[in-house]
């Protein structure tokens, strides 16, 4: 029984680039939320959707981050134009829905660690 | 003042001690309290939540929640080494399935 599952474990990009995020959330949960993890700080909340739906972005940096969560498929985090301030512990979490049962469970993935050179 | 507070530590004890960890916090609207435990360059990995005030028993852990104080625990009996990690507490508010808001973490060593 698979957990969440994340990719790629570390990602490499030079300031100015794209980095992707995908994630993947356990077999019958159907919400994903995203936690930046900084060096010295706590997991601090970014972003939480359901299929097709950004449910609360509240905690999303206004500019150049976005999530996504298709119909098929992972959930996307995309980080546009890196900068050095953006290497993090990236975190997905899911839970199930209301409908499913009690979503106050999230369960985390491994991480994908971003180092921006 | 921040919403979750928890001491950082690190906190060293010897293997079989009992463990208090603890995170006060100052938003009366949080009813979900969870703790999670996170080992170095892992996910972190939830070990059990409460619903508002109370006790709550799971093996070797115990968590309570004082919302009186806005004070919350988790007691680790008879400590090992591999409890050596750092424990998060996480919050939320009434509706369940919302943004957990974290502690920073407090790091415990257990030895042997």
């Known amino acids: 029984n698979a957990g969440v599952m994340q990719n790629p474990r570390h990602l490499v990009r030079r300031r100015g680039q794209e980095a992707r995020l995908r994630c993947s959330p356990m077999k019958g949960h159907s919400h994903v939320y995203w936690y930046r993890q900084l060096p010295e700080e706590g997991l601090k909340f970014m972003v939480y959707l359901q299929k097709e739906n950004i449910i609360d972005e509240s905690g999303m940096p206004k500019e150049r981050f976005s999530a996504e969560f298709p119909k098929e498929g992972p959930s996307i985090l995309r980080i546009q134009q890196v900068v050095r301030g953006d290497s993090a512990a990236y975190f997905c979490?899911?839970?199930?829905?209301?409908?499913?049962?009690?979503?106050?469970?999230?369960?985390f993935g491994p991480g994908t660690r971003l180092t921006v050179t | 003042q921040k919403e979750v507070e928890q001491d950082p530590g690190p906190l060293s004890v010897p293997e079989g001690a009992i463990v208090s960890l603890n995170c006060t916090y100052s938003?009366?609207?949080?009813?979900?309290f969870m703790w999670y435990r996170q080992y170095s360059r892992k996910g972190p990995e939830l070990l059990m939540y409460?619903?508002?005030?109370g006790n709550k028993e799971d093996g070797r852990f115990t968590a309570q929640v004082d919302k009186s104080s806005k004070y919350i625990s988790l007691f680790i009996r008879d400590s090992q080494p591999s409890d050596s990690a750092t424990y998060l507490c996480?919050?939320?508010?009434?509706?369940?399935?919302?943004?957990?808001?974290f502690g920073k973490g407090t790091t415990l060593s257990v030895s042997s």
């Open positions: 979490a899911s839970s199930k829905g209301i409908t499913e049962g009690t979503p106050v469970e999230q369960y």
């Open positions: 409460t619903y508002s005030s």
């Open positions: 996480a919050m939320s508010g009434p509706q369940a399935g919302t943004a957990l808001i």
């Open positions: 938003n009366s609207a949080f009813q979900y």
